[in-house]
């Protein structure tokens, strides 16, 4: 069971990058997904949820109107589109499943400790 995650970079301010989030050994089908970064120095935080169900999900509110996450569970990937970059929106980003619900939910799936399974993190940096 495996969480790659990739698609990371070096981009300026303004820039674009969609990270991507593929499963292998377990299908993501079914389970809520979501996406964490970590800067330095810094508490992991939520940054976005997607629901198994179209049209279900969340954003930080610093990332609202600039990252759009999506699906395709015929290629077992969750994507994340990040445009209008910011220096800080510099971090490392994971992937996570979170095993024990389908849906986004507010009450939960900010919590690093929902998640079951957690990609090794790409290195998304922003610079000025």
């Known amino acids: 069971v495996q969480l790659q995650a990739s698609g990371g970079g070096l981009v300026q301010l303004g820039g674009f990058l969609r990270l991507s989030c593929a499963a292998s050994g377990f299908t993501l089908d079914g389970y809520a997904i979501g996406w964490f970064r970590q800067a330095p120095g810094k508490e992991r935080e939520a940054v976005s949820c997607v629901s198994s169900s179209v049209g279900s999900t969340y954003y930080e509110d610093s990332v609202k109107g600039r990252f759009t996450i999506s699906r395709d569970n015929a290629k077992n990937t969750v994507y994340l589109e990040m445009n209008s970059l910011k220096p800080e929106d510099t971090a490392v980003y994971y992937c996570?499943?979170?095993?024990?619900?389908?849906?986004?939910?507010?009450?939960?799936?900010?919590?690093?400790?929902?998640?079951?399974?957690w990609g090794q993190g790409t290195q998304v940096t922003v610079s000025s």
């Open positions: 996570a499943a979170n095993l024990m619900r389908s849906r986004c939910d507010s009450r939960y799936h900010v919590y690093a400790y929902e998640y079951s399974y």
